[in-house]
């Protein structure tokens, strides 16, 4: 008889491990040899390439636009997860049902965005993972543009990421770039990176404390601090939803002082003037769009402003820098105007 204990210890499974202030995940790597089932190795499914891994809170009448924009992908290595984050909705609970075989649904609890990417990351079987929201989608090069990039680019390159083409509430294309210093102001990549699974673990996942919004600004935060590049692919390959009642315009912006806070708080160390100096210094030639005298002019309205103050004045700043942005022809008026809202 196979002792028990030393049977479960060959199967090389997937282990979470939490760390006991914060929900961070980690995970060892399953094998892609073989695995011990009743003391007789079975191969296991080759794994695929690419995993993308879908956040859904009640977001089923997005899923056909997903479902489509991952059908029409010209590079076809990937897995699909959808990670069902304890949805009510009857109608997305049938859709769910109702995806193909071939889409893997995972249900747990409500644990919110970053939670629900957590869950996805260590379910996914590829090195390379992407995730995406349920209401965004992807043009058909998104995959094979970026995972050559990825695949050919040395270990401390952790992630590839596009511009981005923002439909819905405005629309138009947005530049993305990579400045560690803005990084420290302003978010200024997108949630949708494709990243290696071991640069997602050597960051520590997504703070699952962050249910308010900018989860992943904080991740991306951190990603720099464990010491990964990322490689900007300057074609808007990604398109971004914008809704009225979605997480970034509904809460997270008019939140923008208190969730800076938090991060302020976390990272106090790089918010401390050496520090900024030596950052800014060693970036300064990289793209920006934070200067020196921005970022004093920020912390200094941060620290001293009544954080709802400082709230009220990001997101006046926010309508503004939009506002030009329109009368510049970057962005376009989607249902701006028509439905009377900012």
Known sequence: MIDTRRRAASRQRCELQISPDMRYYAATPASSAGRLIFGEIRPTVAAPRVSIIVPCH?????LDG??????AQTFRDFETIVIDDGSTEAATQEKLRQLDHAVRVVHQENRYLPG?????F????????LPLDCDDRLEPSFLAETVSILEAAPADVGFVFTHMRVAGAVAGVLQRHLNPFDQLFLNQLPYCLLIRKSAWQAAGGYDETMRDGTEDWEFNIRLSRSGFRGIELAKPLFIYSV?????????????????????RTKHADLYRIAALVRLWRATRAAPAKISAGAAVGLLAAAKMLPESWFNNLFFWLLIKTRARRIDRG?????????????
């Open 122 to 129: 260590a379910e996914a079987r590829a090195e390379l993972i």
């Open 58 to 62: 009640n977001g089923g009448r997005f």
């Open 243 to 263: 809704r009225f009642d979605g997480m970034l315009m509904s809460h997270a912006t008019r939140m923008h002082g208190t969730l800076w806070r938090r991060i």
């Open 66 to 71: 997903l479902m489509a924009s991952l059908d």
């Open 116 to 120: 629900a990417r957590n869950r996805g």
């Open 330 to 342: 970057e962005l376009k008026e989607g249902q701006l105007r028509a439905n009377g809202r900012v």
